[in-house]
């Protein structure tokens, strides 16, 4: 009798947690354990996916990507998993380009149906209550609208999908992961952990996000692997987020209201973000300047990583980047929003490619070891195929166009062609210091 397969899955954001979803539902005699430095149902974490609230939408230009969000969007939409935590409110996209056209002739190309048009900026001011009247349309070409897209309670969904796979027989332990186990044939054979223990399995995934690459150079380092290094093809990088709680009136107004994007060119900056309130009534932006924070993490190795403390310092959000969510306030609401006070801010880390791609695949320098990961501030809305892609790959059963995109080793086009690569650095984001007298 066979031993049965052992996968250790480290980081239990959404491309962790889809994976054992999936694995443990097609193999489930299977040892599969998560690894994660937060417990599942803390109130803080520092996975990318852990938050209030994301978007949920298809409206892709890249007709692969609307495909696959297409494909989570069915399950977020019946799944009684995943159901009552997606939200079908639409969106409202401000688009300074042919993005909003792309985005339809996607769906036609598609044979998918659903309510959204492209609709001229005077007359888009007046829709939903003139509720994005005020917004900033300098030029705006138009606007496209998709009533089938939303959002989800993104760390409630997280928690409940992973209780789920849990439930069905997938372990979960806390640990901060320090180095990788390998031998001396480059097999994988599992993990060690900052407390010194010893995590051992047939197949070790990285779904560790911002923290990858440092993790990576950590490992190539120690083992003196230098191929293990993810070198320039991944990327940390943050964004803040920011939140006003709404008084009875405009809660009453903003309730129902779509999630506003607010669209740019690559050369000029990522798109903005604004989502309908929180069952605690309070409203989300997103800025932005999505930033690098280059240190030096061994001697003569620089790379971009997270903060260095256990929670990524991600609620220490300077005065620069609070205005920058006061910026995307005035863009969508102008004057309306200023009577709004912003009561929570944090700082999102993720991982990202040069061209916004995954990356779902074997990891060349060492036999066992996989990545999945490299949200690149877009993965939430796939959560729920995630896994079943991951298991693919593991499988070899990618299609060759997936596997091609997803591949650790490709030609990567240059990042000025991507409007969310991380081009700023956190150092120059930082509070000037004041001179005591």
């Not at 031993?3 to 443990?24: N, Q």
């Not at 995954?358 to 990891?363: A, E, Q």
């Not at 991951?390 to 990042?415: C, F, H, K, S, Y």
Request: charged share 25%.
């Amino acid at each position: 009798m066979s031993r049965p397969k052992s996968y250790l899955i480290v980081g239990a954001g959404v491309f962790g947690v889809s994976t054992a979803y999936h694995l443990i539902q097609k193999y489930p005699g299977a040892s599969v354990t998560l690894v994660d430095r937060d417990a599942f149902d803390a109130d803080s974490r520092v996975a990318a996916s852990w938050d209030w609230n994301k978007a949920v939408r298809a409206d892709y230009d890249d007709i692969v990507y609307c495909q696959l969000a297409l494909e989570a969007q069915d399950i977020f939409n019946n799944d009684p998993l995943w159901k009552p935590y997606f939200h079908e409110t639409g969106v409202y996209w401000m688009c300074r380009s042919d993005y909003g056209r792309k985005v339809i002739d996607n769906y036609r190309k598609l044979g998918r149906k659903a309510a959204l048009e492209v609709v001229p900026v005077e007359e888009a001011r007046k829709r939903y209550g003139g509720l994005f009247g005020d917004a900033d349309y300098t030029d705006v070409k138009e606007v496209l609208i998709n009533k089938t897209s939303g959002w989800a309670a993104a760390g409630d969904c997280l928690r409940a999908v992973t209780r789920k796979a849990m439930d069905l027989g997938v372990k979960y332990e806390v640990a901060d992961v320090a180095g990788l186990e390998i031998d001396a044939q480059s097999n994988c054979r599992g993990i060690t952990t900052s407390a010194g223990k010893t995590l051992r399995a047939d197949h070790v995934i990285l779904s560790t996000g911002a923290y990858t690459p440092k993790l990576l150079e950590l490992c190539a380092a120690k083992t003196g692997r230098d191929k293990l290094s993810a070198g320039d093809r991944i990327v940390a990088g943050g964004i803040t987020t920011g939140m006003a709680k709404l008084d009875e009136e405009s809660v009453k107004r903003f309730t129902d209201m779509p999630v506003g994007f607010q669209g740019y060119p690559a050369d000029v900056g990522p798109f903005l973000g604004s989502l309908p309130p929180t069952k605690d009534r309070q409203l989300k932006w997103w800025g932005w300047t999505i930033f690098k924070n280059t240190q030096e993490v061994l001697p003569g190795r620089y790379l971009s990583a997270p903060p260095a403390e256990p929670d990524y310092a991600q609620w220490k959000v300077t005065g620069k980047l609070k205005e920058d969510i006061n910026h995307a306030n005035r863009s969508f609401y102008g004057k309306r929003g200023a009577k709004w006070t912003m009561e929570k801010h944090r700082i999102c880390w993720d991982a990202f490619t040069t061209s916004g791609d995954f990356i779902i695949s074997p990891h060349p320098a060492a036999k066992g070891l996989y990545v999945a990961t490299c949200g690149s501030f877009h993965g939430f809305k796939f959560f729920p195929v995630l896994g079943k892609y991951v298991v693919q790959m593991l499988e070899e059963a990618l299609t060759p166009e997936l596997a091609g995109r997803w591949a650790w080793d490709r030609e990567r086009p240059d990042p000025k062609y991507n409007p969310e690569w991380p081009r700023a650095e956190m150092d120059d984001l930082r509070d000037p210091i004041q001179a005591k007298l």
